[in-house]
Nanobody, 120 residues
Framework: QVQLVESGGGLVQAGGSLRLSCAASGRTFSSYAMGWLRQAPGKEREFVATISGSGGTTYYARSVKGRFTISRDNAKNTVYLEMNSLNPAAPAVYSC?????????????WGQGPPVPVSS
């Protein structure tokens, strides 16, 4: 069982940056692939980025590639999403997830806390 708690969202100006964190419980954090997803108002939740358990493999949605970076610190049981060149006109609520593979369909666990909003 894995419990996830997101943090780090907030207000941002055009072109600004934010870093989201997702802290996980449990002693097997490094065995899980981790991902970030987001949901904009009135839209379906969409994949943003994912990272393998070792951190050696990452994938990004085309819309964020080159601007966002997903990383993890297995010693701290935390995954991060560094977001640059943000567009405050496109707010969204971000959630983290954990699963057995780097594909959203494999995510078994979702953030426990309120998803983090990113907006202007």
């Amino acid at each position: 069982q894995v419990q996830l708690v997101e943090s780090g969202g907030g207000l941002v100006q055009a072109g600004g940056s934010l870093r989201l964190s997702c802290a996980a419980s449990g002693r097997t954090f490094s065995s899980y692939a981790m991902g970030w997803l987001r949901q904009a108002p009135g839209k379906e939740r969409e994949f943003v980025a994912t990272i393998s358990g070792s951190g050696g493999t990452t994938y990004y949605a085309r819309s964020v590639k080159g601007r966002f970076t997903i990383s993890r610190d297995n010693a701290k049981n935390t995954v991060y999403l560094e977001m640059n060149s943000l567009n405050p006109a496109a707010p969204a609520v971000y959630s983290c997830a954990a699963g057995a593979a780097v594909v959203p369909s494999a995510y078994d666990y979702w953030g426990q806390g309120p998803p983090v909003p990113v907006s202007s």
